[in-house]
C-alpha cells in the first residue's frame, strides 16, 4: 500500500472538484442539458474502457471525440457556463454596489423609493383589472442587448404611464418594460424564454420569460398575470407566485437594498371570481 499516498491537498483537490460538479449539478439540472452533459459522460467513459480493452480502432475514434470535446462543451453549456461565472461574482457585485452607494450618497440612496410606490400601485391596479405585464428591473447586469431589441422612451416611472403601457389596446403593452433606477428605459423588449422541464403548465409565457430573464442576469422581473389576476416575483430563477402589492415591495426592497415603509400599498379587489386551480388557463 505504500504506492497509495493521500495528502492534506489532495483531499482538497477533491472537495473543490466535488463542488464544482455540484454546482454545475444545480445549474443543469432542471434543463436539457443535462440529458446532453449525461450523453457527454456516457462517450468518455465508453473511451475509458475501451482504452483499458486496448481496443486500438475505437479508441482512436472515441479519442477524436474526446480531443474536440472542451470546444463542444463551451458550445453546448454556453448560457450554463455564463451563468456559472455570474453567479461567482453575483453576491461580490451586489454587496459593493450596496456599500457604494451608500458611502457617496448616503440617505439620499435610500430615500430614492418614489419609483418603487408608483411601480406596486401600477402593479395593483393591472391586477385588479386582469392586465398582463411583464417588467424588468436592472440592476447591475448588461440589459442592452433587450434594449436594443425594444422601444426606448427613457420617462420617470409613474404609475399611469405604466398602465398605459399594458393597456391590451396599446400598441407598446406586447414584451416586456425595462426600468434602471427610476426611469423606464424601453418597452417592447423581447426576452429569453426559459427552457426549463420543472415549469407548472398554467404559467404562461410572461412567467417563462421571466424566468429566463432572470436565469441569465441578476435582474429583478415582475409579472402580473392576464387570466388570473396575480402578482408574481421573479429572482434568479425562482419565482414567487400569487403575492400582495406590499410583499412585492418588500421582495424588490431587500433584492435591491433599499430602506422603505411597509405601507403604500393597498389590497387587492376582485372584480372578476378568480378561476380555480385545476382550470386555469394560460398566460397569453
Same mark, same amino acid.
Given at each position: 500500500?505504500?504506492?497509495?499516498?493521500?495528502?492534506? =491537498?489532495?483531499?482538497?483537490?477533491?472537495?473543490?472538484?466535488?463542488?464544482? #460538479?455540484?454546482?454545475?449539478?444545480?445549474?443543469?439540472?432542471?434543463?436539457?442539458?443535462?440529458? *446532453?452533459?449525461? @450523453?457527454?459522460? *456516457?462517450?468518455?467513459?465508453?473511451?475509458?474502457?475501451?482504452? !483499458?480493452?486496448? $481496443?486500438?480502432?475505437?479508441? =482512436?475514434?472515441?479519442?477524436?471525440?474526446?480531443?474536440?470535446?472542451?470546444?463542444?462543451?463551451?458550445?453546448?453549456?454556453?448560457? +450554463? *457556463?455564463?451563468?456559472? =461565472?455570474?453567479?461567482? @461574482?453575483?453576491?461580490?457585485?451586489?454587496?459593493?454596489?450596496?456599500?457604494? @452607494?451608500?458611502?457617496?450618497?448616503?440617505?439620499?440612496?435610500?430615500?430614492?423609493? %418614489?419609483?418603487?410606490?408608483?411601480?406596486?400601485?401600477?402593479?395593483?391596479? #393591472?391586477?385588479?383589472?386582469?392586465?398582463?405585464?411583464?417588467?424588468?428591473?436592472?440592476?447591475?447586469?448588461? #440589459?442592452? %442587448?433587450? $434594449?436594443?431589441?425594444?422601444? !426606448?422612451? &427613457?420617462?420617470?416611472?409613474?404609475?399611469?404611464?405604466?398602465?398605459?403601457?399594458?393597456?391590451?389596446?396599446?400598441?407598446?403593452? &406586447?414584451?416586456? $418594460?425595462?426600468?434602471?433606477?427610476?426611469?423606464?428605459?424601453?418597452?417592447?423588449?423581447?426576452?429569453?424564454?426559459? +427552457?426549463?422541464?420543472?415549469?407548472? @403548465?398554467?404559467?404562461?409565457?410572461?412567467?417563462?420569460?421571466?424566468?429566463?430573464?432572470? %436565469?441569465?442576469? &441578476?435582474?429583478?422581473?415582475?409579472?402580473?398575470? +392576464?387570466?388570473?389576476?396575480?402578482?408574481?416575483?421573479?429572482?434568479?430563477? %425562482? *419565482?414567487?407566485?400569487?403575492?400582495?402589492?406590499?410583499?412585492?415591495?418588500?421582495?424588490?426592497?431587500?433584492? #435591491?437594498?433599499?430602506?422603505?415603509?411597509?405601507?403604500?400599498?393597498?389590497?387587492?379587489?376582485?372584480?372578476?371570481?378568480?378561476?380555480?386551480?385545476?382550470?386555469?388557463?394560460? &398566460?397569453?
Amino acid at each position: 500500500m505504500d504506492f497509495i499516498q493521500i495528502k492534506a =491537498l489532495d483531499i482538497v483537490d477533491i472537495l473543490l472538484v466535488a463542488l464544482l #460538479m455540484y454546482q454545475l449539478y444545480r445549474l443543469i439540472r432542471k434543463t436539457n442539458a443535462l440529458s *446532453i452533459f449525461t @450523453g457527454i459522460l *456516457i462517450v468518455y467513459l465508453l473511451w475509458l474502457v475501451v482504452r !483499458v480493452l486496448n $481496443m486500438e480502432l475505437l479508441s =482512436l475514434l472515441l479519442g477524436q471525440v474526446i480531443g474536440v470535446g472542451a470546444i463542444a462543451l463551451i458550445i453546448v453549456f454556453q448560457p +450554463e *457556463i455564463r451563468k456559472f =461565472l455570474f453567479l461567482l @461574482g453575483e453576491r461580490y457585485s451586489k454587496r459593493r454596489s450596496s456599500f457604494l @452607494g451608500r458611502f457617496f450618497f448616503g440617505k439620499a440612496y435610500e430615500d430614492r423609493t %418614489e419609483w418603487l410606490n408608483q411601480l406596486v400601485l401600477a402593479c395593483e391596479e #393591472m391586477a385588479e383589472t386582469y392586465t398582463g405585464a411583464l417588467i424588468v428591473i436592472r440592476r447591475s447586469s448588461d #440589459m442592452a %442587448e433587450f $434594449m436594443a431589441q425594444g422601444e !426606448v422612451i &427613457d420617462a420617470l416611472v409613474k404609475k399611469d404611464l405604466i398602465e398605459n403601457i399594458f393597456f391590451k389596446n396599446s400598441p407598446l403593452h &406586447d414584451g416586456a $418594460m425595462l426600468i434602471e433606477g427610476d426611469r423606464i428605459k424601453a418597452v417592447r423588449c423581447i426576452l429569453p424564454v426559459s +427552457e426549463r422541464t420543472d415549469i407548472p @403548465g398554467y404559467f404562461g409565457t410572461r412567467h417563462r420569460a421571466a424566468l429566463g430573464a432572470s %436565469e441569465i442576469s &441578476d435582474a429583478l422581473v415582475v409579472v402580473v398575470s +392576464e387570466e388570473r389576476g396575480q402578482i408574481s416575483f421573479v429572482q434568479g430563477g %425562482e *419565482i414567487t407566485a400569487h403575492i400582495s402589492g406590499a410583499k412585492l415591495k418588500e421582495l424588490i426592497s431587500q433584492a #435591491m437594498g433599499l430602506s422603505v415603509e411597509s405601507s403604500g400599498s393597498r389590497p387587492i379587489r376582485r372584480r372578476v371570481q378568480e378561476v380555480a386551480p385545476d382550470d386555469r388557463p394560460q &398566460d397569453l
